[in-house]
């Protein structure tokens, strides 16, 4: 198994980026910066957690958002 050091997403599961942004975000936020109907109608980790992984699009969307926070944070600290 290769690591990867320079992949922040390396290792880190939809659901722990999920959670991750749920912590920084509300779900109304989310939407708000991911357009997503799973964020919006009716939310909840396992709806989107489903909808996720069979919807690549998304996922990116959602994979980037959790990167600039990320970033966001890092840079705060």
């Known amino acids: 198994m290769t690591t990867q050091p320079n992949n922040p997403l390396h290792g880190k599961t939809l659901l722990a980026i999920l959670e991750y942004l749920l912590d920084h975000y509300t779900w ?13 109608e009716n939310p909840s980790i396992q709806s989107s957690l489903k909808f996720l992984r069979k919807t690549p699009w998304a996922r990116k969307k959602v994979e980037e958002l959790y990167l600039h926070t990320l970033k966001n944070a890092a840079d705060k600290a």
């Open 28 to 40: 109304d936020e989310l939407f708000y910066r991911v357009r997503i109907n799973c964020f919006f």
